[in-house]
């Protein structure tokens, strides 16, 4: 049986030395690029290789793209084959932000039709605190044979998130911290503010005080009085590139409300075309 949101670290320990357990360290800061590469050689949970957001989970940015475009989808199965992803391997993300960076790969392996891959709940900063094992050994090459049968359903692009702005017939969530969202604040794009009709639910939300997911129940009873009614294929997920979107994303996917749909190109990518209308405040 595949794990398909969440993996406990107890269950990781338990299978560190599975063949069929794939692990990625995806510890990423987005005004320090080589931090999270640094992070991983000082030490990593064993098995782990290190993916970086820029370089192995983002195209180039263009003149028309967002800070993280999503990658050519051959590229990226080519790549995740030459990491010994396999359609019979269990895939598990983890970072040292409670899921912020590595969700974007937890969903790529999904949009991908990947049909094991989780997101280590507390990360890297809970698996140190329980005093688990740490290396600073790299992995050993592996070639797996995976998947690769994107599903477009899963993305909406800048025209149809326009037009479910224009007349409400998805709710646009913002994942972005609310200062962000309002225009008080931006520290990384040069326009501030948010998608008119967008509503600000930031990512960490999703979290309890020890910085693990909030049980099903309680993810499940905050995103119904969101959705005020509606059905989750009827929820759009946004945020500043494409990438903490995916932690709400998956919040719903772990409160039993599957199906909700993710703009990759996010706010950074919809400032490009100044035509776009733009919203301030709350």
């Not at 030395?17 to 991983?40: H, K, M």
């Not at 692009?157 to 709710?171: E, I, K, P, V, Y």
């Amino acid at each position: 049986m595949f794990i398909n949101t969440l993996v406990t670290t107890e269950d990781l320990a338990a299978h560190l030395d599975d063949p069929n357990w794939i692990v990625f360290d995806c510890r990423f800061t987005l005004t320090d690029p080589e931090a999270g590469r640094q992070a991983y050689l000082k030490d990593h949970i064993p098995g782990a290789r290190y993916v970086h957001l820029d370089e192995d989970m983002s195209a180039p940015v263009t003149d028309n793209t967002g800070r993280h475009p999503l990658p050519d989808v051959h590229d990226l199965a080519e790549r995740l084959c030459s990491w010994g992803v396999g359609v019979n391997k269990q895939v598990v993300v983890y970072d040292d932000s409670y899921g912020a960076m590595a969700v974007r790969l937890w969903w790529m392996l999904r949009w991908l039709g990947h049909p094991g891959a989780a997101l280590l709940d507390g990360g890297i900063p809970k698996w140190r605190k329980e005093k688990r094992p740490l290396t600073a050994e790299l992995p050993a090459p592996r070639k797996g044979n995976c998947a690769c049968l994107p599903e477009p359903s899963q993305i909406v692009n800048a025209d149809d998130l326009l037009r479910a702005s224009q007349t409400g017939d998805a709710l646009i969530i913002d994942a972005r911290p609310d200062r962000r969202f309002s225009g008080e604040f931006e520290p990384l794009d040069p326009v501030a503010g948010h998608i008119p009709g967008s509503i600000n639910w930031p990512f960490d939300e999703n979290l309890d005080i020890d910085g693990t997911f909030l049980p099903p129940e309680a993810l499940r009873e905050n995103y119904q009085a969101l959705m005020k009614g509606r059905a989750p294929w009827q929820v759009i997920h946004t945020c500043g590139s494409g990438v903490t979107a995916c932690h709400n994303l998956l919040a719903m996917e772990v409160a039993g409300l599957p199906g909700s749909r993710l703009y990759p190109g996010s706010w950074s990518e919809w400032i490009r075309d100044p035509a776009r209308p733009i919203a301030t405040g709350e």
